[in-house]
Nanobody
Framework: QVQLVESGGGLVQAGGSLRLSCAAS????????MGWFRQAPGKDRESVAA????????SYADSVKGRFTISRDNAKNMVYLQMSGLKPEDTAVYYC????????????WGQGTQVTVSS
């Protein structure tokens, strides 16, 4: 079992920055691939960014490339999403998720943190 708790969301003006944090417990992060997802009202949940268990490989949705950076600190069991150049369309609930090695899906999810970008 993995427990995930996100923090760092809030209200920010367009062009601003936020850093989301995800604290993991119950299992060492070094054996788990991690991702950030978001869901806006009335829309499907979408993948935002992902990072391999070592941190050596990352991927991003086209809509956030160049603006968002995913990182992890396995020693602290933490995953981060640095967001800059925020746009109103980035407004959503952001979720941290964990995909254990050998699993084909993200099996564990946090409760989400709200990010609101005003124009």
């Amino acid at each position: 079992q993995v427990q995930l708790v996100e923090s760092g969301g809030g209200l920010v003006q367009a062009g601003g920055s936020l850093r989301l944090s995800c604290a993991a417990s119950g299992r060492t992060l070094s054996s788990i691939h991690m991702g950030w997802f978001r869901q806006a009202p009335g829309k499907d949940r979408e993948s935002v960014a992902a990072i391999s268990r070592s941190g050596g490989s990352t991927s991003y949705a086209d809509s956030v490339k160049g603006r968002f950076t995913i990182s992890r600190d396995n020693a602290k069991n933490m995953v981060y999403l640095q967001m800059s150049g925020l746009k109103p369309e980035d407004t959503a609930v952001y979720y941290c998720a964990a995909k254990p090695v050998g699993s084909g899906s993200y099996d564990y999810w946090g409760q989400g943190t709200q990010v609101t970008v005003s124009s």
